[in-house]
């Protein structure tokens, strides 16, 4: 702490001591000494006649040490405070003061919240400094690529059971899209990807990680290898008949944008819930399509280098819930019945047919195709079984003692041997 008879001064304020004083011994004429220093000749007067009645100390800025005039009064300080020890515990700087302006109505800086938090101990969650790695531009156009991964966390902080957010992000402007599932899976991947073509379109293509939802993990039969076909997981069928492409990321930081995408919504999106008490994953995606999505992308989306928008509209002829479905085939037996899942399916009409394609769609209907024909059949409770047959046990046959085996094949006197 400095003594009563040390002046403490800027860098700025310590240049001024020696040209001040010159103007004082008449060894600089004041415009001299207002063109070294940036000042008027106005101010260089002010400031001597200050440095004759007060000393060196006129050169310091009076403001200093004196609270500013935009402080905030201590009793809005602890009101602050209180809420982000209370309702707001847990919120970051940034965080916390959007929602003391939007719902307490209270304006402060999120820097000047940083300072009360480190002052006052209060502990927040910082960001990571990632490693360095080799930087990918954006795309140029809105709709180019899109990345899509699923997201397992514990959404509402162990009031229900933790599920998954199916995540979307727009590479080229950071448009987020998403739903919630109670599992990372093939009938959440393919409603989730309807409902984002539904608003935006088909986009021209799509950027997986290697999920066994979205990548296959079949082995190639000696067929499809020398056919060059790939196995393609129901996902990747569906996209390519919507005409995608799909692209596969070999590491989580290659679809960097969608990872920290899902960072700032296990922050944000887990608060925001917590804060309008919803528990349901039905009142949570409600919530994230009202109001979530759009609050997001107004606030973090940023314009596209080209502004035109490469999503292409579903076309007319397009059946999209049979495209979404999940495809297996089977083969049609002597009887017209097929097997799946354990179940036997009764067709009641009569085709001529090796195989017919099952098809079940993310409603949970069920429906059985020959080609483009829809076929109409009926469950079967329980095949019929051909009764079995009863088979008696084989009595053991002794020859007579004059048959001839008994002469043929004779066994050797022991004696004669």
């Not at 397009?318 to 297996?328: G, T, V």
Request: aromatic share 10%; hydrophobic share 30%.
């Amino acid at each position: 702490m400095a003594r009563g008879d040390i002046i403490i001064m800027s860098q700025r304020e310590l240049k001024r001591v020696p040209v001040i004083h010159s103007v004082l011994s008449k060894q600089l004429t004041q415009i001299d000494a207002a063109n070294i220093l940036g000042l008027s000749t106005r101010q260089v007067r002010r400031i001597i006649k200050n440095l004759k009645q007060k000393g060196d100390i006129a050169l310091v800025h009076h403001s200093r040490g004196k609270p500013s005039n935009r402080a905030l009064s201590q009793a809005l300080k602890s009101k602050i405070l209180y809420l982000c020890r209370t309702k707001y515990k847990g919120f970051n700087p940034t965080f916390a003061a959007e929602k003391l302006f939007e719902i307490d109505k209270l304006s402060l800086h999120p820097d000047t919240l940083r300072k009360y938090f480190i002052a006052e101990g209060i502990h927040y969650k910082k960001r990571k400094i990632s490693k360095h790695r080799s930087w990918r531009p954006r795309k140029e156009c809105f709709g180019q690529m899109i990345q899509l991964d699923g997201s397992h966390h514990d959404w509402f902080e162990g009031r229900a059971g933790k599920c998954v957010l199916m995540g979307y992000i727009d590479d080229a402007t950071g448009r987020i899209f998403g739903h919630f599932y109670e599992y990372e899976g093939t009938m959440p991947a393919m409603d989730s990807f309807k409902r984002y073509i539904t608003k935006y379109g088909i986009p021209q293509s799509i950027y997986l990680d290697k999920h066994s939802t979205y990548k296959s993990t079949k082995k190639l039969t000696l067929w499809d290898e020398l056919n060059n076909q790939k196995a393609q997981s129901q996902f990747e069928r569906a996209l390519s008949e919507l005409g995608v492409d799909v692209i596969h990321a070999n590491s989580p930081q290659a679809k960097g944008r969608i990872e920290r995408s899902f960072n700032t919504h296990q922050d944000r999106l887990v608060k925001e819930l917590k804060l309008n008490n919803i528990n349901t994953i039905k009142d949570a995606n409600s919530f994230l399509h009202r109001y979530y999505i759009q609050k997001h992308n107004y606030k973090f989306t940023i314009k596209a280098k080209n502004k035109t928008n490469l999503h292409t509209q579903v076309p007319k002829h397009f059946d999209i819930n049979r495209i979404f479905s999940i495809k297996n085939k089977a083969t049609l037996r002597n009887d017209f019945t097929v097997q799946y899942k354990n179940r036997f399916y009764q067709v009641l009409e009569p085709i001529r047919a090796k195989e017919l394609t099952l098809e079940e769609r993310i409603d949970g209907k069920f429906y059985i195709y020959h080609k483009d024909t829809q076929l109409k059949y009926k469950l079967i409770d329980k095949k019929p079984q051909k009764p079995k047959q009863i088979f008696k046990p084989r009595t053991k046959h002794i020859p007579a003692k004059d048959h001839p085996y008994r002469v043929i094949y004779k066994k050797p006197d022991k004696k004669c041997a």
